[in-house]
């Protein structure tokens, strides 16, 4: 790696790398030397000179993403390091399997890898970039990728346009860098199938990240009556189905994501007419159907991407959740979800808690819930544990 340039650190801000926190903040440092561009690899050193490391320059709040520990230069095959290792960590746990074909293969910090994210669908990986580095990197990442998964990779997509700062993104069109796939892809999770398009989805194309939480799901859904808001491609409502729900209601305020929805119910042999899917806003369809749901799921977007915004995310999730608390039957089951980064656990969990005094509901914690084992969270990064959700009994 061709590294252009060093980060000197100010006195005593060394002490986060040291625990091998992977963010520097701009404050923290005391001088930048060499012919430095956004994304360019800098060397990372202490007031003393001391090598720290090595990561991603950009000129930004977050100023360097550590992608190195140490004194020792990043390796030619830096970047085949880092998948074998992801790799070995995937199969660790499991996955694929031959009924799970889709999983997150590099998960950012998690994975030691600050600004990328490579999502895995049926033979195609899907590559989104958030920082300029990862962005300069894309091409090695790709043929890293396939030198490592061989016969397992048929394609590379880059889907980073919406996710790169400032003036890197127009010069960063979506498209393949290896390879060629048709969309919608047709993936397999726990044996259901599920149609992805990463060109025209949402974020890769489909939220890995709630599968064994929809597994879950299936053990409740028997012979209820269930309601999937933000239900986004049905990933929740396709396993109540295969559980056995006698009637599964699918609601999206996105008609291109209900459309979809239909496409996988009828892909899995269901009757879509007895199933209904609705483009609607969740607020307003929920407001008079009381008495009517068994089970609800609350897995909305994320109401807060900064911390500026989350007061507003708050009041928004209390006012959700108190809604759906008071409109669910006796004896009901509410999956709630948050993935909002700057709403902690325990904020989330109060509010919840809010919003069932203010239904006036009684309320029963039955699982605490969070992301799978492809999205690990590192111990230095604790920030990335995201996503956050809570299955409750309304008595």
């Known amino acids: 790696m061709k590294i252009s340039g060093t980060i000197s650190l100010k006195k005593g801000r060394e002490q986060s790398l040291l625990r091998k926190h992977p963010w520097i903040f701009s404050g923290a440092i005391q001088q930048l030397a060499g012919n430095v561009s956004d994304g360019d690899w ?61 999983f997150r293969l590099l998960h950012g910090e998690g994975d030691g890898v600050p600004g990328l994210i490579i999502d895995y669908y049926a033979g195609v990986a899907v590559l989104q970039a958030h920082s300029a580095g990862m962005h300069n990197d894309s091409t090695l990442i790709a043929n890293a990728l396939k030198e490592t998964m061989g016969d397992m990779l048929t394609a590379v997509y880059s889907k980073s346009r919406s996710t790169l700062p400032g003036k890197v993104k127009d010069h960063q069109p979506d498209g393949y860098l290896l390879g060629m796939a048709t969309v919608p892809h047709i993936m397999h999770e726990h044996g259901i199938k599920f149609l992805v398009d990463w060109e025209g989805g949402q974020k890769t194309g489909f939220f890995l990240d709630q599968r064994e939480n929809r597994k879950l799901l299936g053990e409740y859904s028997n012979g ?27 609601i999206d305020v996105s008609e291109k994501a209900v459309e979809v929805t239909k496409k996988n119910i009828e892909l899995n042999g269901f009757d879509i007419q007895l199933h209904p899917c609705i483009a609607a806003d969740t607020f307003d369809y929920i407001k008079d159907k009381k008495d009517k749901f068994d089970l609800i799921i609350l897995d909305p977007p994320a109401f807060a991407k900064h911390r500026d915004a989350r007061h507003q995310a708050v009041k928004g999730y209390q006012r959700l959740n108190a809604e759906a608390m008071s409109i669910i039957r006796s ?32 309320i029963k914690v039955l699982h605490q819930l969070s992301q799978p084992a492809d999205h690990p969270v590192s111990m230095s990064h604790p920030e990335g544990e995201y996503l956050k959700g809570l299955v409750l009994y309304v008595v």
């Not at 000179?49 to 190195?68: C, D, K, P």
């Not at 209820?224 to 599964?248: I, P």
């Not at 709630?336 to 006036?360: E, M, N, P």
């Open 42 to 102: 800098v060397k990372v050193a202490d007031s003393k000179g001391n090598t720290l490391g090595f990561g991603h320059y950009q000129n930004g709040s977050i100023a360097v993403r550590m992608l190195q520990f140490g004194e020792q230069l990043p390796s030619e095959s830096f970047w085949k390091d880092k998948l074998h290792q992801a790799l070995a960590l995937r199969h660790a746990v499991r996955l694929p399997t031959e009924s799970t074909s889709a």
């Open 331 to 362: 004896g009901g089951i509410l999956f709630t979800f948050s993935c909002s980064q700057v709403v902690d656990k325990q904020l989330f969990y109060d509010t919840v808690a809010s919003a069932a005094i203010q239904a006036g509901r009684e």
């Open 224 to 250: 209820k009556n269930v309601l999937n808001t933000f239900c986004y491609t049905g990933g929740f409502s396709l396993y109540a189905l295969h559980a056995g729900a006698e009637r599964v209601y699918s």
